[in-house]
C-alpha cells in the first residue's frame, strides 16, 4: 500500500489516545446510544477532559491551537471504531470555526472554552423543511429591532439539536436581497422562544441525535451577529472545502475499515469446507475494493495537504467529497454482500456502516449539487 505522508511521530502517538478512548469511552456504550438517540453528554465532558474537543482553537480559548492533522486523525479514529453516535467533528471542526474565525473577542471567551471543555455543545443550522442543500432558499428570518435581532423560522436535520446548548442560525437579515441578505447569528439555547422539537428516527446514524428547531419571536443580542450583517453566505462558502473535506475523511476511514472487517471475515468464514477467502470471486473482488480504497486515500490525502497550505479551492473540495462518499457506499456495500446473510446482521460492523453511509451523499451538500459546483468551475458554455 502506498504509505501516507501526512502523520508525525506526535500525530500518531496523539492517535494511540484518541483510539484508547474510543474502545474503552464511546464503543461499549454505542448500541444503547442508538436505541436512546443521542450519546451522553458524560462522554462529552470526558472528551473535553482529554483534550479532544476543539483542537484547533488558539489556546487562549480552550484549545490546543493544534494543526488540522490531528483534527483528521480524530474524524479517523471515530470511523475506524464504527462509533457514529458523537458528533464531535461537526462541535469542533465546524461550528467552533465560524466562532473564532467571525466572532467578537467577547463571544470567544463565552462559548469556545465551554465548548472545548465538552460543558456546551454546538450546533449549526442550516437545513429547514424547504431548503436543504440551496441554502439560498431559507425562509427563517432574523430583522434588527434596536440592540437586537428577532428571529422567527423553523430547521430540520440538525445534527447536535437535541443536546445543543448553542447554535449557529443561518437566517435572512434582508429578506429582499436573497442570499446577500443572509447572516450567522449564535443563538443561546436559554434564549426565551427558543424550542426544540423531537429526535428525528433516521436510516443510520441512529445514535446521533438530530433534532428540529423553532424559533418563535426569539430575541438574538446583536453583539451575537456572526462577522458581518448579510455576508452569511460568503461566510458559508468560504468554510465549504474544509466542511467537505470532513466528510471525505472519514469516508475514507470508514472504507478502509470495512475493508478490513472483510478480509477478517471471508478468511475465517467457511464455505463447502473451504474459507470464503479463497474463492477467486472474493480474492478478485477484494483486489478492485483495495484498489480502488487506495486511490481515493492518495486523492483525499493530497486534497489535505492542499488545504493545510490554503491552495484546496471549493470545487477540488467538491471532488474529494463526491468521489469519497460515492466509492465508500460502493465498497461498503460490495463488502456486506461478501458477509453474505451475517452482513444483514446488526451485530456485524458492516451492517452499521451501510446504514451509516447514505447519508454521506446527501448531507453536506447532495453529489448533485457537488457536480454543478465542479462543473461551474470548468469554463463550460451555458445556453
Known amino acids: 500500500m502506498i504509505p501516507r505522508t501526512l502523520f508525525s511521530p506526535e500525530h500518531e502517538t496523539f492517535r494511540d489516545s484518541v483510539r484508547r478512548f474510543m474502545e474503552e469511552e464511546a464503543m ?11 450519546a451522553d453528554r458524560e462522554v462529552w465532558k470526558k472528551a473535553g477532559d482529554n483534550g479532544f474537543l476543539c483542537v484547533s482553537m488558539p489556546e487562549e ?4 491551537a493544534a494543526d488540522k492533522i490531528y483534527s483528521v486523525v480524530l474524524m479517523e479514529e471515530q470511523a475506524y471504531s464504527n462509533c457514529s453516535s458523537l458528533g464531535f467533528g461537526l462541535h469542533s471542526e465546524i461550528v467552533a470555526p465560524y466562532l473564532n474565525r467571525y466572532g467578537s473577542d467577547a463571544l470567544k471567551k463565552k462559548y469556545l472554552p465551554p465548548m472545548a471543555r465538552g460543558e456546551m455543545i454546538g450546533a449549526i443550522a442550516m437545513s429547514e423543511p ?6 439560498q432558499s431559507i425562509k427563517t428570518t ?3 429591532k434596536g440592540d437586537v435581532y428577532v428571529l422567527n423560522g423553523q430547521k ?3 445534527t447536535n439539536g437535541w443536546n445543543s446548548d448553542l447554535v449557529i442560525v443561518v437566517a435572512k437579515t434582508d429578506p429582499s436581497k436573497g442570499a446577500k441578505g443572509t447572516s450567522l ?5 436559554s434564549m426565551g422562544g427558543f424550542t426544540k422539537g423531537k429526535r428525528l428516527k433516521k436510516m443510520g446514524l441512529k445514535g446521533q441525535d438530530t433534532s428540529e428547531l423553532f424559533f418563535d419571536n426569539v430575541e438574538v443580542p446583536a453583539a451575537n451577529l456572526l462577522g458581518e450583517e448579510n455576508n452569511g453566505f460568503i461566510y458559508l462558502m468560504q468554510e465549504l472545502p474544509w466542511e467537505r473535506m470532513q466528510i471525505a475523511i472519514g469516508a475514507m476511514a470508514k472504507t478502509e475499515a470495512a475493508i478490513k472487517w472483510t478480509i477478517d471475515y471471508v478468511n475465517n468464514r467457511k464455505a463447502f469446507g473451504t474459507p470464503v477467502s479463497s474463492f477467486q470471486n472474493t480474492r478478485f473482488k477484494l483486489a478492485e475494493l483495495v484498489t480502488q480504497c487506495q486511490i481515493g486515500r492518495v486523492f483525499v490525502d493530497r486534497c ?4 493545510l497550505a490554503d491552495k484546496l479551492d471549493t470545487a477540488t473540495a467538491s471532488m474529494a467529497k463526491m468521489w469519497a462518499s460515492d466509492i465508500e457506499n460502493k465498497i461498503i456495500d460490495e463488502c456486506l454482500q461478501l458477509h453474505g446473510g451475517y452482513g444483514f446482521m446488526m451485530e456485524y460492523p458492516i451492517a452499521k456502516a451501510y446504514t451509516d453511509a447514505r447519508v454521506q451523499r446527501i448531507y453536506g451538500g447532495t453529489n448533485e449539487i457537488m457536480k454543478e459546483v465542479i462543473a461551474r468551475s470548468l469554463g463550460l458554455n451555458k445556453a
Open 28 to 38: 461499549p456504550h454505542e448500541e444503547r446510544w442508538m436505541e436512546q438517540g443521542y
Open 61 to 64: 480559548y480552550g484549545g490546543a
Open 130 to 135: 424547504g431548503a436543504g442543500s440551496d441554502l
Open 142 to 144: 432574523a430583522i434588527r
Open 156 to 158: 430540520t436535520f440538525i
Open 185 to 189: 447569528l449564535v443563538v443561546d439555547t
Open 304 to 307: 489535505m495537504e492542499l488545504l
